[in-house]
């Protein structure tokens, strides 16, 4: 038996000589035939001399010139090659200084002639494209001379800024010194801090080079008050109110990113900006003003799956961002599966739900969220009609922890199960607390994500009082300049307490293991313990790990080998009997809303008559 899943979302397929493929808007490969089109082409060629340079400096050299990048792209008319010529000369001695190669030379010319000595409006012939040569003399590397600072700046030890006598001269070290600088101040309290000077000299007599900065750090002042701008339909007072930005509150940079990212992860705003005014209030006060752009409002989108176990599978929502002027968001959505796996349709999968969320409820750091669900379930373990109604408030305490607690009310009707037909009727109050430093939520390179929850339940048909407690961690370390390879790992474990018999707790609260989500080269939920008839019970506990090595091969494409593992069991704690291992390899393809992900995996202790193998695709890592 094979499992084969997918979800995907096609953009438009485009053909220009070549068939051209699109995923979600974004081009995989072929040609485009929406790339941008030049009025009068004119064609040209580029030999770059670079034999007298060492190799960092000729990669980047070669990596600055837009001539080599686009050397495939024609230009808008002869003026055009001159024109692309010069701003190439000048990123090019850039290049040169961030190097610290203040005497180097760099000579373009074009069909022979040099760049200087062109006609205003030059003419080419277009019988062969025009010949563009490069040529680099680098000069000697020049060393740190002489580091004064200036005004406010004078307290400040230049060596903590990279600036040492004989120490690395390139622009860009001397421009990183200064903008710190200026960021220390801002920290400090100092919203009016600036850069007043920075000269700098090179002695091309000593190859060294003289620097001088100068900081005015202004006054320590706090936030003042707080504007807003270009809202439409969004309250500004609730704008404000999440922001927290608050008046009094001494001025910080950080507090205004971290108030930034707040505004735009609630997704009605295309774009946040939060501007510091340029001098302070009479009180002493910084004002500040946040200018937002709303996006649209309202959202729709659908899906499709398929599974050579499963059939395929439908997916639509419809949702609104700001119901009430307060970024309140109502989410409407559904979904069918198992078609063609099946010809009875009551033995589809259905799932319909309406979720509310609230943010900034009682307190600015409070969401609360209400929801409703409905499901229609026909896994291998169990056949099960759900209704569950849901209402939580989480509280961030601060941008790593939050905690949550909520009620919850689900009926149950489990109609086929290894116990036969049972009803339930389930109250229950789930907690957690999450801890959360990864850098990325979709493509995480460092941190980790830590959650321990538990969930008391009363059982009202049978009198059954239990309750689950769950805990994982998954953690990241990229190695190498670009993070070129991140080692990801995660653990997970869960116990069920209470309740005489595993048959008194609803079958989709007991606990099963396998699948895209815990141990890939297993179907969904066929790691469980099974009764003497062959049939999946589910178990009391379970423990599940997974070690991944996420490789770069190129910007785009990785290749991540994977080991998963688990094990469920009738125990009250998890022992690790009966372990399950599942090794493969996926591959991923970045994009700029997350990888898209693909992996095969196979079981290396295989059920009777199980699954031999499983493939796997969505978005985003597997954890």
Not at 42 to 65: G, H, I, M, P
Request: aromatic share 8%; with cysteine.
């Amino acid at each position: 038996m094979a499992a084969v899943a997918a979800v995907l979302a096609l953009g438009p397929v485009c053909a220009q000589n070549a068939f051209a493929f699109k995923l979600f808007g974004i081009k995989l490969w072929g040609e485009d035939e929406t790339a941008d089109q030049v009025s009068d082409p004119v064609r040209y060629t580029v030999d770059f001399q670079a034999d007298n340079l060492d190799k960092d400096l000729k990669e980047a050299l070669n990596d600055s010139s837009m001539l080599i990048s686009d050397k495939d792209k024609p230009v808008s008319g002869d003026l055009g090659v001159v024109v692309k010529a010069r701003d190439d000369r000048d990123r090019l001695i850039a290049t040169l200084y961030e190097k610290a190669r203040y005497g180097g030379v760099v000579t373009i010319t074009v069909n022979g002639t040099p760049l200087d000595a062109l006609p205003p409006t030059p003419t080419f012939s277009r019988a062969k494209p025009v010949a563009v040569t490069i040529s680099v003399d680098p000069g000697p590397i020049f060393k740190l001379g002489k580091i004064n600072l200036l005004g406010d700046a004078t307290r400040l030890d230049p060596a903590n800024y990279g600036l040492v006598r004989g120490g690395d001269a390139g622009s860009l070290t001397i421009l990183k010194a200064g903008d710190k600088m200026v960021a220390d101040f801002k920290n400090e309290g100092h919203p009016l801090a600036k850069l007043d000077k920075r000269d700098v000299v090179a002695d091309h007599a000593s190859n060294t080079v003289d620097v001088s900065l100068k900081v005015e750090s202004g006054p320590v002042a706090p936030f003042g008050n707080v504007g807003v701008t270009g809202q439409k339909s969004v309250d500004p007072d609730f704008i404000k109110r999440y922001a927290r930005i608050n008046e009094g509150k001494p001025y910080s940079p950080d507090e205004l990113k971290k108030a930034s990212d707040r505004l735009r992860k609630l997704g009605v705003f295309s774009s946040v900006t939060i501007r510091e005014a340029d001098k302070l209030a009479p009180d002493g006060s910084i004002p500040t003003t946040i200018e937002v752009s709303e996006g649209k409002q309202r959202f729709f989108g659908v899906g499709a799956q398929y599974s050579t176990i499963d059939g395929f599978g439908l997916q639509g929502y419809w949702g609104h961002r700001n119901l009430t002027g307060r970024a309140d968001s109502l989410r409407i959505e559904g979904s069918v599966s198992r078609i063609g796996e099946t010809t009875d349709v009551g033995q589809l999968d259905y799932t319909a739900g309406i979720t509310y969320v609230r943010p900034a409820t009682f307190y600015p750091s409070a969401t609360f969220t209400a929801g409703l669900k409905m499901q229609s379930l026909h896994p291998d373990a169990y056949d099960a009609n759900t209704a569950t109604a849901s209402g939580g408030l989480a509280y961030e305490i601060n941008d790593q922890d939050t905690v949550s607690a909520g009620g919850e009310v689900s009926y149950e009707q489990d109609t086929t199960d290894a116990f036969g037909k049972h009803n339930y009727l389930t109250v229950a109050i789930p907690l957690e607390y999450v801890r959360d430093t990864r850098d990325n939520k979709l493509d995480p390179t460092e941190g980790f994500r830590a959650s321990i929850s538990a969930k008391p339940s009363y059982e009202a048909m049978g009198g059954t009082v239990f309750s689950s407690f769950e805990g994982s961690i998954t953690g990241y370390k990229g190695i190498g300049a670009n993070n070129n390879v991140v080692f990801a790992g995660k653990l997970a474990a869960g116990s069920l307490l209470g309740a005489n018999s595993i048959e008194d707790i609803p079958a989709t609260r007991r606990f099963y293991a396998g699948g895209g989500g815990s141990v890939r080269g297993y179907s969904y939920q066929e790691i469980s313990p099974y009764n003497s008839h062959g049939d999946e019970t589910g178990g009391r506990s379970y423990v599940t790990a997974s070690f991944e090595a996420r490789v770069k091969i190129t910007d785009t494409i990785g290749v991540v080998p994977f080991v998963d593992m688990g094990s469920v069991t009738d125990s009250v704690l998890p022992d690790g009997s009966d372990l399950r291992i599942g090794a493969g390899v996926g591959l991923r393809y970045a994009t700029p809303f997350g990888p898209i992900r693909l992996d095969v995996a196979v079981p290396l202790k295989k059920y009777d008559n199980g699954t031999s193998y499983g493939i796997y695709a969505g978005i985003g890592q597997a954890f």
